[in-house]
């Protein structure tokens, strides 16, 4: 049996507004410090970023609470100004990290994640759909990893450190794993010759959790500018010999403008419909 | 909804705080799918934000007294229903109204969204929900989560910190093969706190208030490699809600 009582604050603003949400005392403390800290930190914020937004308002206190509301899943979940600073959660300094959690496919950040909620995502029961959010931490690691791949020669079909720690994380973290390889792959954030090297080892890892979400990660790398990625997603799609993705093929097959790729996805979809 | 449950629904204390009903289709999700929100609501949603690269699209809006999100991302189709007003009640809780009440409103969308020519058929559906139920105390609320939960023994004065999660699989009665739900459950006792927010120095807690807590997630197994037929996307759905239902009214039974 798992001990953790749920504490749930209701957050009282200058305006009397409530923002009811389900999370710890802790939270009430991570959210005083990271409002006094989005206070002070602008500059650090401005001096973080890597593009300069000209429309990157600085924050005033009102526009925090304004931009504060309650989401789905019982989150606390930033809206408007507030989104705009920390949507780029990169841009975040190191000490307002550990105050946020980014779902890279919604337009919502979840603002305060206490410790016991966090251990309750990473130890997310395998019967559940809970969304989970994937995090900052999860999305550096696999960062991590695809930089140091950056240098290495892969040999087709020869299993590498690469390969063996993206398929150990993807075995430990689940779907958070694939939440973060999507993060950084469908928005083309990582070294396109890794992306491909880590799409087809997607496909012919055995890991029944993660099926659906690896499948689909495929199905979107088909829709990649950058041809080498492209090109590693239908190997891995043809590695995992699901028909389900015939559909996508097809699609990314009149699409395709590489005759070599073209031909190559072809094949794929003949073995897909064979089956 | 048979009609001996149908029968209890006034007498069903808990309130809703979220609904959620996800599917998995077959084929994945496009963002060329969406459109959904104004179909079902007959109104155009307060907000749409679309991420085609990302393969994301998101609809809300305000609906019957909460707001409504339909999600498509990754893999799956969320369709979520929320407190609209951000004004807790008296007691703290932020709900969308009874779970009877809710309950019914969100059975009548899936099925209107089951009935959609765009609906795609899926491998899994599940039904999530968060009730809560206003208690005295952390006292009064193991007491009252003791109801529901006959195998465990609580001992509400000298214990703290309680939580209990567990799986009940069930093989459906739906008639398709291999079928089985899952009733992830999840009771603890929840603790409100009011605190004024105008000062960053030093937490001014105000007024303590408590719920017993209830975390649903009814789902068709992953292990299921079919498709659940369209026709019966509804009937499957109602088997899931009518599973919730069961679980809050008379607790962890197997």
Known sequence: ?275 | MSENIGAQLERMPWQAQVLRLTAFPIPSPTTRQAGWWEEIVGQTPAAITSRPKQGSYHEEGPFSNGRLICEIASARIDWLFIPGDLEAEDDGLATIGAFSDTLKTFRQLADQWFGLETCPSAQRLAFGVVLLQSVESKQTGYRQLSMYLPRIELDPENSSDFMYQINRPRESRSGIPNFKINRLMKWSVATLKRFPIQSLRGVGLGRTSFACRLELDVNTAQEFEGQIPREQMSTVFQELTDLAWEIAERGDIP
């Open chain 1, 1 to 275: 049996m798992n001990t953790s009582e749920t504490t749930m604050p209701v957050v009282q603003s200058t305006t009397r507004r409530s923002y009811p949400c389900t999370e710890s005392e802790t939270a009430i403390r991570c959210m005083q410090s990271l409002l006094t800290l989005f206070m002070t930190s602008q500059t650090d914020l401005r001096s973080h970023e890597k593009e300069p937004d000209e429309s990157t308002v600085p924050l005033s206190l009102g526009s925090i609470f304004e931009g504060i509301q309650k989401g789905p899943g019982e989150s606390l979940q930033l809206f408007d100004l507030a989104q705009k600073v920390v949507e780029e959660h990169f841009t975040q300094p190191d000490r307002l990290r550990g105050f946020t959690e980014f779902t890279a496919d919604t337009r919502q950040v979840r603002l305060l994640r206490p410790a016991h909620e966090l251990d309750e995502q990473r130890g997310l029961p395998a019967s559940s759909t809970r969304r989970l959010n994937v995090g900052e931490e999860m999305i550096s690691q696999i960062e991590t990893l695809f930089g140091t791949a950056r240098e290495l020669y892969f040999e087709d079909g020869m299993e590498n450190d690469f390969a063996r720690e993206l398929i150990r994380l993807i075995r430990q973290h689940g779907n958070r794993a694939i939440g973060a390889l999507t993060h950084l792959i469908v928005t083309e954030k990582v070294n396109a010759g890794v992306a491909s090297e880590a799409l087809r080892w997607l496909g012919c890892m055995d890991d029944p959790n993660t099926y659906r979400d690896r499948l689909w990660l495929l199905e979107r790398s088909l829709y990649c500018s950058s041809a080498r990625v492209r090109d590693g997603a239908a190997l891995g799609i043809a590695f995992m010999d699901d028909p389900r993705a015939t559909e996508h093929l097809r699609e990314a097959i009149k699409r395709e403008r590489v005759a070599e790729l073209k031909r190559d996805l072809e094949q794929v979809l003949e073995q897909l419909e064979s089956r």
